[in-house]
């Protein structure tokens, strides 16, 4: 039972133009959601992240949207760089006692930054 | 001004041998994460711990696994009388001990193959 989504494994996308990651998550305790980038070989970076009280947030080129009611949230990068080749993972907290526990992540979406 | 550190990063055993993993959490970082990637898969949240304690761990499989976080010194995730199913790739994050801070920051891995 998954219960949070990453339905494209790959996505391929022209360098300079957005990349739109997406993820679905079926948990609705969850209250907190993460991006993570990874290259192979190397453990995840951490991008950029967002509480359920809002719908969206913004860090240089990386934007996040949420949507509660849809279950839905995705990752815009724009302008996509040949650097943001990799794989890149949703995450989800429920945030129980103190806020921190085990994150449940995605399957992962490969972007390609094509040149 | 050094992240999370794993050791090994590669790490090869026999079946039926030990494995024991080591993690050094972020300077300031009281919070410890233990993940699992399967090839082809999502991490997969095993353990998490403070110092001294055991905080959650329902992601742990019940029989050969354990991990500790000792007053001083790494963490470590041990591994007994391997398979090859164990044959993974076995992350640590960490995180500050502040509420609502959800951000987890990954070391690179520790890579096991099981023979």
């Known amino acids: 039972d998954q219960q949070v989504k990453q339905n494209s494994p790959s996505l391929s996308v022209q360098e300079g133009r957005i990349s739109i990651l997406n993820c679905d998550y079926t948990?609705?305790?969850?209250?907190?959601f993460l991006w993570y980038k990874k290259y192979p070989a190397e453990g995840p970076t951490f991008l950029i992240s967002i509480s359920s009280i809002k719908d969206k947030n913004e860090d240089g080129r990386f934007t996040v949207f949420l949507n509660k009611s849809a279950k839905h949230l995705s990752l815009h990068i724009v302008p996509s760089q040949p650097g943001d080749s990799a794989v890149y993972f949703c995450?989800?907290?429920?945030?129980?006692?103190?806020?921190?526990?085990?994150?449940?992540f995605g399957k992962g979406t490969h972007l390609i930054i094509q040149p | 001004n050094a992240g999370v550190m794993q050791n090994p990063r590669h790490l090869v055993r026999r079946r039926g041998q030990e494995a024991r993993l080591r993690c050094s959490p972020m300077k300031g970082h009281s919070h410890v994460y233990w993940y699992r990637q399967l090839p082809e898969e999502g991490l997969k949240f095993m353990v998490y711990l403070q110092k001294e304690n055991i905080i959650d761990e329902s992601g742990m499989p019940k029989e050969r696994f354990s991990a500790e976080f000792p007053k001083e010194g790494p963490s470590i995730l041990r591994i007994q009388q391997v398979v090859r199913g164990d044959s993974a790739a076995y992350f640590c994050?960490?995180?500050?001990?502040?509420?609502?801070?959800?951000?987890?920051?990954f070391g690179p891995g520790t890579r096991l193959t099981v023979t």
């Open positions: 948990n609705s305790m969850f209250d907190y």
């Open positions: 995450a989800a907290s429920a945030g129980s006692g103190g806020g921190a526990d085990g994150l449940t």
């Open positions: 994050a960490s995180s500050l001990n502040l509420p609502s801070s959800y951000e987890q920051y």
